[in-house]
């Protein structure tokens, strides 16, 4: 990797540019670029060709695009759910776009020189089943095609525990060590990274089931009944 500006850890949002309204150029990891807009280009993150992101959400953002042009995305979520002529995804000539264990759901996705590794392509993106088929988009043939019901994120990409990105992810595409993701869930909560840049935290879940099914008497809080 080239020697780039990195940004870490930070949400980015509210922002408004000529191109690149969340940010241009670098290495973002852990980050959240939400609700930003542009007048050209990219909405969310615009590079070419220095553009690597990692662990990170790229979402809502209006404008254009959600991500112009880049080298490497891993582990992360792309999405539109705001602008009605949002395409998501759009790599220039001349570089190919490689993603390893992303989600990508929106209106639209320019496939010309994109190269995706397991990762989630949202049945609303037009040609998203043929290009999963298609050994010179998905390699290995192992990206996933979703439904929203597939998906079952809510409002901040986190998944529930029935979405199919639980678990579904390759633990060798997760490259560049982190320990906690885009919100600061830790980044790999059972044996298997999920896709995506937000991993469904079980814990909560868990807790909340075992609270339901706990009934707690006198005698298990500790109290001990003694004679005067």
């Known amino acids: ?14 922002n408004f540019a000529y191109s690149g309204g969340g940010g241009s150029w670098g290495r973002y990891e852990r980050c959240c670029v939400t609700g930003n807009g542009c007048r050209a280009t990219a909405s969310g993150l615009n590079a070419y060709p220095r553009l690597w992101v990692y662990d990170s959400v790229v979402a809502n953002n209006k404008g254009a ?6 080298n490497e995305i891993r582990n992360s979520t792309i999405a539109d759910t705001q602008s009605a002529d949002s395409v998501v995804l759009w790599v220039q000539s001349g570089i190919t776009g ?20 397991r990762c989630a392509l949202g049945d609303g993106l037009p040609g998203a089943s043929e290009k999963a088929a298609d050994e010179n988009v998905c390699p290995e043939l192992d990206c996933l095609v979703l439904t929203a019901d597939d998906l079952a994120w809510d409002d901040t990409f986190v998944p529930a ?34 896709i995506g840049g937000v991993e469904y935290d079980w814990r909560k879940d868990y807790a909340q089931d075992i609270c339901a099914k706990t009934e707690v008497s006198a005698a298990s809080q500790g109290v001990v009944e003694t004679d005067a």
């Open 161 to 194: 525990k029935t979405s199919k990105l639980v678990d579904a992810g390759l633990n060798a595409y997760h490259t560049v060590p982190s320990e906690s993701d885009a919100l600061g869930i830790p980044r790999i909560l059972n044996a298997t990274i999920d």
């Open 98 to 117: 490689l993603m390893y264990d992303c989600v990508i759901a929106g209106r639209g996705v320019s496939w010309s020189n994109l190269k995706f590794h």
């Open 1 to 14: 990797m080239e020697n780039v500006g990195r940004v870490s850890d930070r949400r980015i949002t509210d």
């Open 65 to 70: 695009y959600q991500v112009l042009s880049f």
